[in-house]
């Protein structure tokens, strides 16, 4: 591959990696959202807290959901993107939309793949 082949390459895989990214920031500003517009109490007779029949808030639920979940898919989306990235950029001749819709999908997988990975082991 000569330079400027390999030069268009790294601009395509780095280009696609910024749509993951942004993806991804996304995803994080949401599940703030969420967790800033959820009530943070519950309906009269119900105990809040972890165990002897009570329940969490749902405030309590997306926090604790995140501590489990945000990093093994952080992890999983970033590896699995960077992988597809610079394994798409560098064999195929698409253009970066394509590099990044197809980088996008695997991250998306890779995520569910990781959040059932952690349903299963707890």
Known sequence: MSKPQRAKARRAASRAFIVITAAWLVGVFGLIIAWLLAPDSLPEGQCSGLGFGCTLTPRDSIQFAGFFFALPVTIFWFVAGA???????????LSWRWIALI????CMATGVLAIGAVVILF
């Open 83 to 93: 992988i597809a990235t610079s394994l798409l950029g560098r064999f195929s001749t």
């Open 103 to 106: 980088s996008l999908g695997i």
